[in-house]
């Protein structure tokens, strides 16, 4: 179980770059957070935080 910040927009993030890591586990990693941050309309401090977030998660 992990703790997500309130926001939905961020969870789906979240699961669309988990989601394309499985399928792609060699693709980089600040591509997709810049991806997502376009396609689920992120603000910049959100951006910051799924980057972290995602770095710290095991693939």
């Not at 703790?3 to 499985?22: F, H, N, Q, T």
């Amino acid at each position: 179980m992990s703790i997500l910040p309130e926001g939905e927009d961020l969870r789906k993030a979240v699961k669309w770059i988990s989601a394309e890591r499985i399928n792609n586990p060699s693709i980089i990693i600040n591509k997709l957070v810049e991806q997502a941050c376009l396609q689920f309309n992120l603000s910049p401090k959100k951006g910051d935080f799924l980057l972290k977030y995602v770095k710290d998660e095991k693939p």
